[in-house]
């Protein structure tokens, strides 16, 4: 049980992070999470042992984490499964745009930070980025599975070098399953002059700028591999 909990603490932090919260609250589900996971017993044994007064530990989980995972241990225990955190549940439906936005930006190479300062700078326009994440969410059904349609579409443009937005999962969404990143091929070089290898003689071949077949006679390192756009 203390990884699922610390999965949902780190989980947290991050949201929090998205929606700009301070970094003091967000250290503080880190913080907690990863003494969860150095925890050598059960929460759920600590908790039935001592209460709530038992999962409080000083400058490191407070009342308010230790009451979220006292609600995971409950709501476990009645459902005979993984526990709810109700708090982690509205926070997930609150920001749904933005980790759309966020993962799509990632996608790009731009982390949450550069996005902040270049929405904080005009650079990005925030807002115009909302709409379709929002349609997006609504066509996929979940955070995950829009993430997951982003996802498939970056890979398979960036193999072809081509930009990308989010209306390109819309209008790629019947193709999804079928997108797939270009295949890199390499192909052989000697001294910039391609290569070419002959099964029947089983021998390298260096084809020089007039077309000649000239017997590849040197060390096998010595092959360039290049990848062909």
Same mark, same amino acid.
């Given at each position: ?9 780190? &989980?947290?932090? &991050? ?9 003091? $609250?967000?250290? *503080? ?33 407070? =009342? ?17 499964? #993984? ?9 997930? &439906? ?6 759309? %936005?966020? $993962? ?19 650079? %990005?326009? #925030? ?37 990308? *937005? ?16 270009? &295949? ?30 000239? =017997? ?10 290049? %990848?062909?756009?």
């Amino acid at each position: 049980m203390n990884k699922e909990i610390a999965k949902i603490f780190r &989980e947290i932090a &991050e949201l929090l992070n998205i929606r700009g919260d301070s970094s003091f $609250h967000i250290n *503080a589900y880190r913080k907690s999470a990863e003494y969860l996971e150095r925890l050598d017993k059960d929460v759920s044994e600590i908790y039935a042992e001592n209460g709530l007064a038992g999962l409080k530990v000083p400058k490191i989980i407070g =009342e308010k984490n230790a009451k979220k995972i006292e609600e995971y241990i409950r709501t476990a225990s009645s459902a005979k499964g #993984y526990g709810v955190i109700k708090e982690y549940e509205e926070l997930k &439906e609150e920001t749904a745009i933005q980790n759309i %936005i966020t $993962h799509f930006f990632e996608t790009k190479g731009v982390g949450l930070q550069e996005l902040k300062n270049n929405a904080k700078k005009k650079k %990005i326009i #925030y807002s115009r980025f909302t709409k379709p994440a929002k349609q997006l969410l609504e066509l996929a059904g979940s955070v995950e599975k829009a993430k997951d349609a982003i996802d498939k579409v970056a890979k398979w443009a960036s193999t072809r070098k081509l930009d990308y *937005a989010i209306e390109t999962v819309f209008k790629k969404w019947l193709e999804l399953d079928n997108l797939r990143p270009k &295949e890199i091929v390499k192909k052989p070089f000697y001294r910039g002059d391609p290569m070419i290898w002959s099964e029947t003689k089983k021998k390298w071949f260096v084809i020089s700028k007039y077309g000649e077949w000239l =017997e590849f006679a040197d060390k096998q390192d010595k092959i360039e591999w290049k %990848i062909i756009e």
